[in-house]
């Protein structure tokens, strides 16, 4: 198993790519590669330049946290969108990459008839109808509920990995052979609360049946 971090903050100094967690002497470290989304964001030509639909992604949330303003986030956006439809993406990149750019470039609901008609010349122009053939509204509220549902069982997912990966590091050298594979999907199965409770139990107990109890 590979753990990674993207780095979405927009601090400068901020750096991170080690966990550790330690009581009593005993010490574990983690460590694991980072992607600063800030330092992507400093060759912007190589952004704009590149096909690859991730860049999109970027480029929506560092425009997101440079932009405050409505105005200049419709701006924003609207340039985000010709970009997409100028990389020849399918149908169905298109719709993906909207949803993304739409939840981050989040505008107020007094410029949405602006949008609206920027984004149905844009798709005039393109010959293409991918976005304002949907019915607009109901797409705008099922994609923001799904993103934020989506983002929160990521994260909530992600901190459950990273917890049982370092639990089972703890347990596989303290214990060895009597750490199975029982005992590893409990880990796997374990809410990231009783994963925190049990790797509190690691550095005392006398068995690993004291850690699961």
């Known amino acids: 198993m590979v753990s990674l971090a993207v780095l979405a903050d927009s601090s400068s100094d ?18 694991f590669p980072t992607v600063k989304l800030l330092e992507l964001g400093r060759d912007w030509a ?11 992604v970027v480029m929506a949330h560092l425009m997101a946290q440079r932009n405050r303003d409505g105005v200049k986030r419709l701006d924003a956006k609207l340039q985000l969108i010709r970009l997409m439809y100028r990389r020849g993406y399918s149908k169905d990149q298109v719709l993906a990459l909207f949803r993304v750019i739409d939840w981050l470039l989040h505008l107020p609901p007094e410029l949405a008839p602006a949008f609206e008609q920027a984004l149905s ?79 509190e139990q690691v550095l005392g107990a006398q068995s690993i049946d004291e850690v699961f109890h």
């Not at 991170?16 to 967690?21: D, K, V």
């Not at 190589?46 to 999109?56: H, I, K, Q, R």
Request: with cysteine.
């Open 121 to 199: 010349s844009i798709e005039e122009e393109q010959k293409v109808a991918y976005i304002t053939s949907i019915e607009r509204l109901g797409l705008e509220r099922g994609m923001r509920q799904g993103m934020e549902r989506g983002m929160q069982q990521g994260m909530e997912q992600g901190m459950q990995q990273g917890e049982a990966a370092v639990l089972k590091r703890q347990l596989q050298r303290k214990f060895g052979e009597k750490f199975t594979e029982t005992h590893c999907r409990r880990l796997n199965e374990a809410d990231i609360d009783t994963l925190l409770d049990w790797s």
């Open 46 to 56: 190589s952004l704009e330049a590149s096909d690859n639909p991730f860049t999109l």
């Open 14 to 31: 901020f750096q991170a790519g080690e966990y550790r967690r330690g009581r009593w002497g005993c010490e574990v470290r983690f460590r």
